[in-house]
């Protein structure tokens, strides 16, 4: 199994890869009408802050016991890792919530591409030095 320390690791960059990937969405884009509600880092509560680096510990402890149990070794099958479980969950569920939800394709996009970008970086990290 792969170790605390690795985990850690896996989790500060999901939750790093996070913030980068939403400061990177350029203005007019997150601006666009059907980018959807909620709120900017900046302006959200403390606690909500917590409640992400939660939700990156998740993911990055799931992806450590699915690459053990995958046994993937080495980058190329950590990417593949993170691209599978990328279209197998995030994919699947952001295109449902625009389906039956109306949840714009826009927002669900970018919200897509923050969960490829988190994926591929956690399931890279917890395979190479797990």
Do not use: N
């Amino acid at each position: 199994m792969t170790g605390v320390w690795t985990v850690l690791a896996a989790t500060a960059a999901a939750f790093v890869v996070g913030f980068a990937w939403y400061a990177l969405v350029p203005p007019r884009l997150a601006a666009a009408p059907d980018s959807g509600g909620g709120q900017a880092a900046a302006e959200s509560p403390p606690w909500a802050l917590l409640v992400e680096l939660a939700r990156c510990l998740v993911v990055a402890v799931v992806m450590a016991w699915l690459s053990t149990s995958v046994a993937a070794d080495g980058v190329r099958e950590a990417l593949a890792l993170g691209a599978v479980a990328w279209v197998g969950f995030p994919v699947v569920l952001l295109a449902g919530s625009v389906l039956w939800e109306g949840v714009p394709a826009r927002r669900a996009a970018i919200h897509a591409g923050d969960w490829l970008a988190k994926l591929l970086a956690v399931a890279v990290i917890v395979t190479a030095w797990g």
